[in-house]
């Protein structure tokens, strides 16, 4: 479910991994059963301040695609066409972007803070909001500061000069500093006119190969997914004022920025290199580097503030037509990594395929993702419904 995951939650989750509700998602054009989301379509879920859902998703026929907004149980309450990457801020805005058939680049403030933003690009990634009002968005290499309530620009920053563009999300720190992805490596620029403060170079001389990955820890420590000049990655630890780095892992990592998490109590979890011997989720001390445990097989998604951390699984499993994969949602003990619970999907045909994403943490503990579901009225077609845990 893409880059809203990769964080911490403060509040207490539900622990005992009971599933508490689900409803499909009905396609914005179309009523009947066949018109509902396909599950491989649907990412990139977001609360809102009131408890409403945002995500992405989209059938092949292009009127459904789009963000759409639903309340927890059930009932849809907007769709945005062709917008992703669904963002809200704390004072309640809400963001969409999308990228036109135009050429151009749009960023849409949305209920209250009513605006849009149009710049000619098309690699768009998710914005980052700050505590002072900023609104950061890379769009083809390019970092743009905008106003998040009116949507009027601040400043620009070029990041990237080459063919290929160093498109990722921005973070920023604890002093508003905005720590990017640049063709180089890492860069760390003032939020009053986007200068760069430093940059720490990790580029390998091959056009298109960055960084994949930053973000900023609890106590200011800057993290990056760097690449390797064998095309691995590691995650490494920078100093927030210098760019200085304070250690990097000893074994490569996964290159995909949504298998960060970043927890309060410091400790940072990722996912290891797919080409690894124990593919899986590694626990690092976020001081030192050191591997605090380690859990094949499992993904991170989110930590909550009870010591309890959620990821996805993969498992295999016989069925009535064979071997089948299945993506459980999975509660560790985030000292440990010891597994407290899983959650299985239901496989009323015995075909496999179904599967839950990677979940995220309510304001109120509650867990939310989505499944497949299996409907053998809809020929057999897997359509998606969002999951409450408790």
């Known amino acids: 479910m893409g880059d809203a995951q990769n964080s911490s939650s403060s509040v207490a989750p539900a622990v005992s991994g009971t599933l508490a509700g689900l409803f499909p998602i009905p396609a914005q054009v179309g009523g009947d059963q066949n018109n509902y989301l396909f599950a491989d379509t649907v990412r990139a879920m977001v609360e809102g301040p009131s408890g409403t859902l945002a995500f992405f998703g989209g059938n092949n026929w292009i009127p459904n695609r789009g963000v759409y907004q639903f309340t927890p149980s059930g009932s849809k309450v907007g769709f945005s066409w062709g917008a992703y990457w669904p963002t809200y801020g704390a004072d309640g805005g809400f963001y969409t ?58 400043w620009q920053a070029t990041l990237s000069t080459g063919f290929y563009k160093a498109s990722k999300k921005p973070a920023a720190g604890l002093d508003g500093t905005v720590y990017v992805v640049t063709d180089a490596g890492i860069a760390a620029l003032n939020a009053a006119d986007g200068t760069r403060k430093w940059e720490a170079v990790f580029g390998v001389g091959i056009a298109g190969v960055f960084s994949t990955y930053v973000g900023v820890g609890p106590d200011g420590t800057v993290y990056a997914i760097v690449p390797q000049q064998s095309y691995n990655y590691r995650l490494v630890a920078l100093e927030p004022s210098t760019g200085t780095v304070k250690w990097q892992t000893s074994e490569d990592v996964t290159a995909n920025q949504n298998k960060v998490v970043l927890s309060r109590t410091g400790a940072v979890y990722i996912a290891s290199s797919e080409l690894s011997a124990q593919p899986g989720m590694l626990a690092l001390n976020g001081a030192t580097g050191a591997t605090l445990w380690r859990q094949p097989g499992v993904l991170p998604a989110a930590s909550a503030g009870d010591g309890t951390l959620y990821a996805s699984r993969d498992i295999t499993q016989s069925t009535n037509t064979g071997m089948a994969t299945f993506t459980q949602i999975v509660a560790l003990d985030a000292s440990s990594g010891s597994i407290r619970w899983s959650l299985t999907p239901e496989n009323p045909s015995g075909n496999g395929g179904m599967f839950y994403l990677a979940p995220i943490i309510g304001k109120d503990g509650t867990l939310y993702s989505f499944r497949s579901t299996y409907d053998a009225n809809s020929n057999g077609l897997n359509y998606a419904q969002i999951v409450t845990v408790r």
Do not use: C, E, M, Q
């Not at 972007?97 to 849409?108: E, L, R």
């Not at 849009?116 to 500061?145: E, M, N, Q, R, S």
């Open 97 to 154: 972007v999308d990228s036109g058939y135009d050429g151009n680049a749009y960023t849409h403030g949305k209920g209250s803070h009513s605006w849009t933003y149009t710049v000619p690009g098309y690699d768009i990634t998710p914005p980052t909001l700050t505590a002072d009002g900023a609104f950061y968005i890379v769009i083809d290499g390019v970092l743009h500061a905008l106003d998040a309530t009116s949507g009027s620009k601040r």
